[in-house]
């Protein structure tokens, strides 16, 4: 069984992060990996920002000067990462969430905190390891589908009804 490793730090201050995120988010980069049969150890960073925050993020690697509610940077390129000499991991890149617009996101599409961070950290786990939604069409399709086959092995599958009542 391979070993990953997920650092996770909590760089902001305006929502306490509940109990069980951590695990939750471990769980979800975990599982991201096994469904990919990564062939090695692992290493990623996940960090939990404000609003303010991660606009600036979005801004500066983006060029959307809009707050977002997960960034991913990679450190691999076609399924070729470093490796850190110290641990034999291959380290593959951050995660950055926005707090408060998963809470926000949560309320809107009616599912719980747990599913929506679950949902963010199994995305940009994809993203690290090279899936990529952004010009849409069968690319967007294969990750969202591998999304929620991940989540549904964690137990947190998409409920069936997303119709939000006026």
């Known amino acids: 069984?391979?070993?990953?490793?997920v650092y996770i730090s909590n760089?902001?201050?305006d929502i306490k992060i509940p109990t069980g995120v951590r695990l939750l988010v471990r769980r979800c980069c975990n599982a991201?990996?096994?469904s990919e049969k990564f062939p090695g150890d692992a290493e990623v960073s996940v960090s939990f920002l404000n609003n303010e925050q991660i606009?600036?993020?979005n801004a500066e690697y983006?060029?959307?000067d809009a707050p977002t509610d997960v960034l991913s940077f990679p450190l691999g390129e076609n399924g070729v990462y470093d490796k850190n000499e110290e641990t034999g991991a291959y380290t593959l890149g951050?995660?950055?969430?926005?707090?408060?617009k998963?809470?926000?996101?949560a309320e809107l599409y009616g599912h719980s905190l747990n599913?929506?961070?679950g949902f963010l950290t199994v995305h940009s786990m994809l993203h690290l390891l090279g899936y990529d939604h952004e010009q849409g069409g069968l690319e967007a399709l294969r990750m969202r589908e591998k999304e929620e086959e991940i989540m549904k092995s964690l137990g947190l599958e998409r409920d069936a009804s997303y119709v939000m009542e006026k």
């Open 1 to 5: 069984m391979n070993k990953t490793k």
């Open 62 to 64: 983006r060029g959307k």
């Open 32 to 34: 991201a990996l096994l």
């Open 11 to 13: 760089r902001q201050k």
């Open 55 to 57: 606009r600036q993020l």
């Open 102 to 105: 998963a809470f926000e996101q």
């Open 115 to 117: 599913r929506e961070i």
């Open 94 to 100: 951050d995660i950055v969430i926005s707090i408060p």
